[in-house]
């Protein structure tokens, strides 16, 4: 079965009913749970754990049930700070965040597919990844 790391904004979009975004990011992740593997990192947990204050409402939000957990891989840590690099090289704003690239990053090390609705980053610096994205 194929996996796809699924981005936190698409997790943030359905858990909060983003009025804009949650339908669209519902779907995408049903349909992509229907062939393929829901996989998260650190990062992702990271971020979408801001909007709950307790550890268990986001268990409750991300079971491992439905979504596997993967250490971020050394390689995709080289990879991030190379595309981070070249981002502000290219005058990319400072306060942008690194975990962005190292989501990218990890995509790209695993061969993963991302989940995303931000997808404009992931092209330039991982153009490599398949997104799924609107």
Same mark, same amino acid.
């Given at each position: 079965?194929? @996996?796809?790391?699924?981005?936190?904004?698409?997790?943030? =979009?359905?858990?909060?009913?983003?009025?804009?975004?949650? =339908?669209?990011?519902?779907?995408?992740? #049903?349909?992509?749970?229907? #062939? /393929?593997?829901?996989?998260?990192?650190?990062?992702?947990?990271?971020?979408? /754990?801001?909007?709950? #204050?307790?550890?268990? #409402?986001?268990?409750?939000?991300?079971?491992?049930?439905?979504?596997?957990?993967?250490?971020?891989?050394?390689?995709?840590?080289?990879? @991030?700070? +190379?595309?981070?690099?070249?981002?502000? +090289?290219?005058?990319?704003? !400072?306060?942008?965040?690194?975990?962005?690239?190292?989501?990218?990053?990890? @995509?790209?090390?695993?061969?993963?597919?991302?989940?995303? !609705?931000? @997808?404009?980053?992931?092209?330039?610096?991982?153009?490599?990844? !398949?997104?799924?994205?609107?």
């Amino acid at each position: 079965m194929n @996996a796809v790391l699924v981005d936190s904004n698409v997790i943030l =979009d359905v858990v909060t009913s983003d009025p804009n975004w949650g =339908d669209w990011s519902s779907a995408a992740m #049903e349909r992509v749970a229907d #062939e /393929s593997s829901l996989v998260i990192n650190p990062l992702v947990y990271a971020e979408v /754990s801001m909007g709950f #204050e307790r550890i268990e #409402e986001l268990e409750s939000a991300l079971p491992a049930s439905v979504f596997l957990r993967e250490s971020l891989p050394y390689e995709a840590a080289f990879l @991030a700070g +190379k595309a981070f690099s070249r981002y502000r +090289k290219r005058g990319g704003a !400072r306060g942008s965040p690194l975990p962005d690239f190292y989501i990218g990053a990890h @995509a790209a090390i695993a061969g993963y597919s991302l989940l995303t !609705r931000d @997808a404009r980053r992931y092209r330039t610096y991982f153009p490599t990844v !398949r997104l799924i994205a609107p």
